[in-house]
């Protein structure tokens, strides 16, 4: 009997279940699903893109910070999805701090895997500083010369500087900031301040780089005045979301399977040192359109063969997963459906939940009152804004908690 692979894609921001009707042509002894949705054939079309790096002081005074931002970076991600547009999100991240510290800047990359990213922001560590200014010029310049920005000019690029100290100008050999304003601008990279605490000798470089940089100028109490409230739901979505995470078989060359297993231990140490808090933030974001490319990314074997992407007949048995290169054909069939019939049922799970979620945190948020001087909220309502230039329509005010 031949067997059809009963995948499910990935949800749409309203969680609509996407159904999968057999198409005439077979894959060896699997049938080639067509993705339906909403019983429409699915249309592909061009979606707004997003590119955000966030230029982050790590001295020790800004500890409180750093510690927002690692609660906060996926409610920042999640409001940015919540756009009917359902853009196409990357983060970067440069950390700073100065000379004679461990390390002037480090770099990762603008990607659409959020989950390395966020890998990376849990290491961050505030230390050293102390002196006054720091080498805020080569964060700025390493940001605008040394990430690889989308050469659309349709994309909407913008920078956060946060920091609480002015920057270094007596460093004759550095770059400084007015010349690498300039190149953003030629880059249509937008450059946004907030500054935490209210250190004088801060705010007029800080204001003078946002109004060079077409950005937004924001100040904040030193901690970032962040709202991250927990729910009676976060243990359990974590959980879910870390079963769905397993779901996943990537197939590819060397070069691509040793990609993937860096994507795998980034979330494997996410899941193993982030929140519970944190992990259901995050759990949200990859089920909505936007989080597709963090969930499962290229090369996710189910996710391929169920879209009609790939045909399972048509991978080298080298390419395809470790796990299931020694097994049968009708082994990896029965497998791959198996799989796909799991990642469906943790999805309805982790839905549920996420609603149940939701309606806790509006209830919260009406206890406390929402703070518009939060990280978050600066940063959103920048976006708000400026994305709308590019096409990104943001019909609400709120943010994701």
């Known amino acids: 009997m031949k067997h059809k692979i009963l995948a499910l894609a990935l949800f749409a921001s309203t969680a609509t279940l996407v159904a999968f009707y057999p198409a005439q042509k077979s894959v060896g002894a699997i049938t080639q699903p067509r993705v339906i949705v909403n019983s429409v054939p699915a249309m592909s079309h061009e979606r707004p893109k997003i590119e955000v790096v966030f230029v982050i002081d790590t001295t020790g005074s800004m500890s409180g910070l750093i510690e927002a931002a690692k609660e906060k970076i996926w409610s920042i991600a999640n409001t940015m999805a919540s756009s009917n547009d359902a853009p196409e999100i990357k983060i970067g991240l440069v950390a700073f701090r100065d000379r ?15 989950d390395s990213m966020y890998a990376t922001l849990l290491d961050f560590q505030a230390n050293g500083g102390g002196d006054g200014p720091e080498s805020v010029n080569k964060a700025l310049y390493d940001a605008v010369n040394r990430i690889s920005w989308s050469q659309d000019s349709g994309t909407y690029k913008t920078i956060f500087l946060i920091g609480d100290a002015p920057p270094h100008m007596d460093y004759q050999d550095e770059v400084q900031y007015p010349a690498t304003l300039q190149v953003a601008q030629q880059k249509g990279i937008i450059i946004n301040t907030i500054q935490c605490g209210d250190n004088e000798w801060t705010m007029n470089p800080w204001q003078k780089i ?10 904040l109490d030193q901690a ?32 691509v399977k040793a990609d993937k297993r860096h ?24 089920l909505s359109k936007s989080g597709e490319a963090n969930l499962m ?43 796909a019939e799991e990642r469906q049922a943790l999805k309805k799970q982790i839905i549920a939940l996420t609603e149940k979620r939701k309606a806790y945190l509006k209830d919260e948020v009406e206890k406390l009152g929402s703070s518009k001087e939060s990280l978050d909220h ?10 709308r230039e590019k096409g990104v329509r943001y019909e609400s005010d709120d943010i994701a908690y």
Not at 210 to 219: C, E, I, N, R, V
Not at 268 to 285: G, H
């Open 263 to 286: 994507k795998e231990r980034a979330t494997e140490k996410l899941n193993r040192e982030a929140t519970a808090a944190s992990l259901a933030r995050r759990a949200s974001f990859n």
């Open 297 to 339: 990314g290229e090369n996710e074997l189910i996710e391929d063969i169920a879209s009609g992407r790939v045909e399972l007949k048509d991978i080298v048995i080298a390419d395809l997963p470790t796990t299931i290169q020694s097994m049968a054909p009708m082994e990896r069939v029965a497998l791959i459906e198996e799989r």
């Open 100 to 114: 004679g510290d461990a390390y002037v800047t480090q770099m990762t990359d603008l990607s659409s895997d959020l």
């Open 224 to 255: 970032g005045s962040a709202i991250a409230i927990n729910t009676p739901f976060d243990q359990s979505i974590a959980e879910l979301s870390s079963r769905l995470d397993s779901t996943r078989l990537y197939y590819g060359n060397k070069q």
């Open 210 to 219: 946002a109004s060079l940089g077409a950005g937004d100028y924001f100040q």
């Open 378 to 387: 600066k940063i959103y309502s920048a976006v708000r804004k400026q994305a």
